[in-house]
Each structure stands twice: as structure tokens, then as C-alpha cells.
């Protein structure tokens, strides 16, 4: 269920949210303030305005219900060239959002339109308009959007028109200033500003609702599939272009050890992240902001492939959510990547020294995969044990990878969120490698059968598996 505050953004009202279901207005022009009202109204929403603060007195409706309320007739009129804060009511339903957010960071529209289901949305700008800019935006929100030049330029969406309404939601986090350093700049703060949203949402081994939810809302707009299972684990599914290459599992773990401090802040000494008191819950939050940005960025990424997502509930006490999981679902997978290790650079490949995640050369992969790449300082080693023992005594090739976290369950906890950040560009760079990343799984299931070959011909067996 989206909140109020989400709801308003997705339509393009520009209200601030002074607290839960109480709004500042007087940064909407009025004809758009009126027809808020209008539409809570219509949804039968019980509100009080006074002062120019709105407040909310009913609980959230579903987006289903308010997107009947705001879809008036004859709505995606507009609009006359060069108006800079448009009206709401003339913008189409689901293009709404991202034209005002779209003009709230001085990149004006002159027309727009959500493709009605029919065909594609596009938006078009100004002949002042830095296109340059809104190229770097779109490709930093990982949304496929194609220019077509011209006297006023367009912007084509290859994306369902319900997408603009996630894409709106995402641009209300984008600062104007971000505009000016640049695409990856702007897509490493969003990813910054997803992280601090996780660390806000508290849930230790065994009550996990909270954190689950947030994260099922996340995940959802790009997976073909998504469900929880009988145990609390978040699975979903994801197959991009043909789905002729890899199947690969992407976990993390939602639990943390104890619940966060009620009213903790967040310290942050440069990229070095800590919590004013109790523990930071990096472990393994941080995982889990990194598979929420891989799964936003496959769309616009060369892999091809499956993605199975698996969110493992009670991992830190006792891998429970883990052991529990449906054989079934890890049936087709071919290899686990795994984002719970602390520290920076590690490439875990097995549990001590005893019991090995994976084939020496599915780590090495990694590595050489990262030295390409010019992320230094990944080396495969020992650590300990976690989700990662589970998929491997399932014969599934398995690493963990550092998060950036260090002093875990401690109050000393830190989060290097650069080296977080790191973290998701390795796992880009694996995957936009798929092909020789299914022939060294290819090469690593032969050599197995040979040595088990080997090995069955000396015990007197010549059958061959």
C-alpha cells in the first residue's frame, strides 16, 4: 500500500510532507491544490486544510482507487509552450508526475503523453532545453527512454505507461544540483538515498513484516515474478532479453541481529556511515540495497539471462529462512551470488578452509572480472559461514561478496558506502559478461564430471555420469 505522500508524488502534486499525512501546500499553485482536493473528495477521503497545511484524517486508499479518482474527464489537455508549472488536470494520468518533476528541475516540457495503452509515452521539451541533461537523468533512473531529435526534442519511454508512475516517485528524490556532476553521480546519490531508506525500517531475525514489505514494494515494478514464501522469504524472477544465458541466484538476507534504537539518526563522516546509538544494521541491509539496484539496472543492462531473487529471513540465527526455502526454486540456478560479507575487496569461496562455496575458478572469475573493470582490491579468500553454505551443499557454484560493513552487531558498526557502491558495479560488470560467465560454469561442470569420472574408474566403477 503506497502512502499518502507517495500518492501525491506519482500525480505530480507538489506538496511537502511536514509529517505522516500532513502536507505543506504552498509551493502547489492553486489550481493545483484545488483539484487535490477535488479528487480527495471524489475518493470520499476525509482532509482537513487549514493554513495552507493539508492533513489527511483517512487512512491510505489503494493506487487502483486513486488513480480513478484523478483520472477526470477530459484530463491530457495541455499544454500551452513554455508554462513551467503545469496543471495537473491537463497533464495525461500517468505522464503527470514526471512532467512536473521533470519541470521542477528546469528541464521545461512543452508536450507530453502516457500512450493511453495504446502506444508509447513520450515527453518533449523546449529548444532551450540541455537534452544532454535529461538523457543523463533517465539513464541514471535505469529507465530505457530514447531521444528523437528535433526542433522541440523527444523523449520516447519503451516502458509500460504504469512504469512513469515508479519513475516519477524515483525523480522526487533527485536534487537540482546533481544535474550538473553527471549521470553517475546522480545515480550513485539514488542509490545512497534507497540505503538510508532501508536503514530506517527496523526488523530483527523473527520479525521481519516491515522490512519485508518495503523491500516487496521496491523489488516489484521490475520482476516478472514475486511472491513470499510459506516461511517469510521474498523470491522473485526476472528473465531479460531472450532469457538464453545464465540462471543466477542474487541473495541477501532481510534480518538483522537486534532491532535499531527507536529515533537513532544516522552518522555520516564522509562515505563512512554509523548510528547514533545501537547497531547500524548494515548487516545485511547493505546486501540488500545492492540487489535492489542490480534489479533496477538489468532493464537497461546487456544480460541475458534469469535473475532469481531470494530476500532470506532469520539468517542471523541460524540460516532458518535459507534451509527452509523450496528446493524447487533452486533447481534451474546455475550459480549464487551472495552480499553479506564484511569488510571491503573479499571474494568469499568457502567456509574456513574446509568447506569449499565453489570451484577455485568461479571466484577467479570475479576477480579478473573486477581488475577489468578497474575495481581494485577484490581477491578471493576464506570466511565464514552464512546463506552462501546453504546454496553451495546444493551444488550451486557460490560466493559472498563484501558489503562494506565492518564491526557487525556491535554499536560500533560502520558502513563504507563507497565501498557498497563498489559492490553493485562489480555484479554489473559479472553479469554484462554472461557470456563467458556461462562458458566458465560450462568449462567448471565438465572438469567436475571428468574428476568424478576419475575417481569412480579407480574405485572399479567405468560408468560414466
Known amino acids: 500500500m503506497k502512502t499518502w505522500n ?11 510532507e511536514k509529517s505522516p499525512n500532513e502536507f505543506i501546500c504552498t509551493n502547489e499553485r492553486k489550481e493545483n491544490v484545488e483539484f487535490l482536493l477535488e479528487s480527495l473528495d471524489k475518493a470520499n477521503v476525509k482532509y482537513v486544510l487549514f493554513a495552507d497545511v493539508l492533513t489527511i484524517e483517512s487512512p491510505p486508499i489503494s493506487e487502483k482507487q486513486w488513480l480513478q479518482a484523478v483520472d477526470v474527464p477530459q484530463r491530457g489537455v495541455w499544454e500551452t509552450t513554455g508554462v513551467e508549472e503545469p496543471k495537473v488536470f491537463e497533464l495525461d494520468t500517468y505522464m503527470s508526475g514526471v512532467t512536473r518533476e521533470l519541470n521542477r528541475l528546469g528541464l521545461r516540457t512543452v508536450c507530453c503523453c502516457d500512450g493511453h495503452g495504446q502506444h508509447r509515452p513520450y515527453v518533449s521539451f523546449g529548444e532551450q532545453t540541455n537534452m544532454e541533461k535529461v538523457m543523463q537523468l533517465f539513464h541514471a533512473l535505469q529507465v530505457d527512454a530514447h531521444l528523437r531529435p528535433s526542433r522541440f526534442p523527444r523523449i520516447v519511454f519503451s516502458v509500460k505507461r504504469e512504469r512513469l508512475l515508479d519513475l516519477a516517485e524515483q525523480m522526487r528524490k533527485v536534487q537540482i544540483d546533481w544535474l550538473e556532476q553527471g549521470e553517475a553521480h546522480i545515480r550513485k546519490m539514488l542509490f545512497l538515498y534507497e540505503l538510508e531508506e532501508l536503514l530506517s525500517v527496523s526488523g530483527e531475525s523473527g520479525n521481519e513484516d516491515a522490512i519485508r514489505a518495503v523491500v516487496y514494494e521496491k523489488l516489484a515494478p521490475y520482476v516478472d515474478h514475486i511472491t513470499v514464501d510459506r516461511y517469510g522469504n521474498l523470491l522473485a524472477q526476472k528473465t531479460c532479453k531472450t532469457g538464453h544465458g545464465p540462471t543466477i541466484l542474487l541473495n541477501a538476507h532481510l534480518d538483522t541481529v537486534e532491532s535499531f534504537v527507536p529515533g537513532r539518526t544516522i552518522v555520516k563522516q564522509g562515505a563512512i556511515w554509523s548510528s547514533s546509538e545501537g547497531i547500524l544494521g548494515a548487516d545485511d541491509r547493505a546486501g540488500v540495497a545492492v540487489l535492489l539496484e542490480i534489479a533496477k539496472w538489468l532493464d537497461t543492462s546487456s544480460f541475458n539471462g534469469t535473475i532469481k531473487f531470494v530476500f532470506t529471513v532469520e539468517e542471523e540465527c541460524g540460516l532458518v529462512g535459507a534451509r527452509k526455502l523450496e528446493k524447487y526454486f533452486l533447481w534451474d540456478v546455475d550459480a549464487a551470488i551472495v552480499v553479506d560479507r564484511r569488510g571491503t575487496g573479499d571474494i568469499v569461496t568457502s567456509c574456513g578452509t574446509t568447506q569449499p562455496f565453489c570451484d577455485i575458478r568461479y571466484g577467479q572469475f570475479f576477480e579478473q572480472v573486477a581488475y577489468d573493470a578497474g575495481l581494485t582490491g577484490w581477491k578471493c579468500t576464506a570466511g565464514g559461514s552464512g546463506d552462501t553454505r546453504i546454496w553451495a551443499e ?72
Not at 501525491?8 to 502534486?13: I, L, N
Request: negative net charge.
Open 6 to 16: 507517495q500518492l501525491f508524488t506519482r500525480q505530480g502534486f507538489v506538496v511537502e
Open 394 to 465: 546444493q551444488g550451486i557454484q557460490s560466493v559472498n561478496l563484501s558489503a562494506g560493513y565492518e564491526w557487525e552487531h556491535t554499536d560500533d558498526e560502520t558502513l563504507d558506502t563507497d565501498a557498497c557502491y563498489g559492490t553493485v558495479q562489480l555484479i554489473q560488470a559479472v553479469l554484462n559478461q554472461w557470456r563467458d560467465f556461462s562458458r566458465m560454469l560450462r568449462d567448471v561442470r565438465m572438469a567436475n564430471r571428468e574428476g568424478v569420472t576419475v575417481m569412480r574408474m579407480q574405485g572399479g566403477k567405468r560408468d560414466v555420469i
